[in-house]
T-cell receptor
Framework: AQKITQTQPGMFVQEKEAVTLDCTYD???????LFWYKQPSSGEMIFLIY??????QNATEGRYSLNFQKARKSANLVISASQLGDSAMYFC????????????????FGKGTHLIIQP | DTEVTQTPKHLVMGMTNKKSLKCEQH?????MYWYKQKAKKPPELMFV???????INESVPSRFSPECPNSSLLNLHLHALQPEDSALYLC??????????????FGAGTRLSVL
């Protein structure tokens, strides 16, 4: 079963609009971390934002915020005031706790969403 | 500074060649990773090193041989590769394996083509 599901293969958004990229996850581990990465066509994976399973507040980093709904197992990325440079692939990823030993050390990625910002 | 440097950026090799990919970080991180990413797919974990010791090998064929000579450097030695091994190879590092907030920082990758 997929651990990370991103249901939007591609999105077109007008510049300056807000964007929400969906991510749902599946884990029975109470301790886990959720990550969003941006991958431009150049290939580098750029870390955007992190949310821990025990964090009480939604994470924010500049124009990025994470809408964390634990009961729904949802960790959507919100980009405010989108810019042309935001066009890229966006990956949601999860890391489960080392203690439970369930593939803990690497990241498990979703299939990604290809975001295109239009002028 | 969150920089992970990978060389070369591009590599073309024949199936009988031996080549190496190099990854370097100077952030004091003690965990380093190799991922393989095929076109239009997410990255897949290959190897994890923790304090210069191999921690995880995700059933990768022996034609891929990782090496961690010191805490800053990670190599991936390639031998007798197949055309299906053509992919983007990404290196990443993190402070260690045990922090809850274990952010992995990635390099720009090496685009490998096997002819």
């Amino acid at each position: 079963a997929q651990k990370i599901t991103q249901t939007q293969p591609g999105m077109f958004v007008q510049e300056k609009e807000a964007v929400t990229l969906d991510c749902t996850y599946d884990t029975s581990d109470p301790s886990y971390g959720l990550f969003w990465y941006k991958q431009p066509s150049s290939g580098e994976m750029i870390f955007l934002i992190y949310q821990g399973s025990y964090d009480q507040q939604n994470a924010t980093e500049g124009r990025y915020s994470l809408n964390f709904q634990k009961a729904r197992k949802s960790a959507n990325l919100v980009i405010s005031a989108s810019q042309l440079g935001d066009s890229a692939m966006y990956f949601c990823a999860m890391r489960e706790a080392v203690i439970s030993g369930g593939g803990a050390d690497g990241l498990t990625f979703g299939k990604g969403t290809h975001l295109i910002i239009q002028p | 500074d969150t920089e992970v440097t990978q060389t070369p950026k591009h590599l073309v090799m024949g199936m009988t060649n031996k080549k190496s990919l190099k990854c370097e970080q100077h952030m004091g991180h003690r965990a380093m990773y190799w991922y393989k990413q095929k076109a239009k797919k997410p990255p897949e974990l290959m190897f994890v090193y923790s304090y210069e010791k191999l921690s995880i090998n995700e059933s990768v064929p022996s034609r891929f041989s990782p090496e961690c000579p010191n805490s800053s450097l990670l190599n991936l030695h390639l031998h007798a590769l197949q055309p299906e091994d053509s992919a983007l190879y990404l290196c990443a590092s993190s402070q260690d394996l045990w922090r809850a907030k274990n952010i992995q920082y990635f390099g720009a990758g090496t685009r490998l083509s096997v002819l």
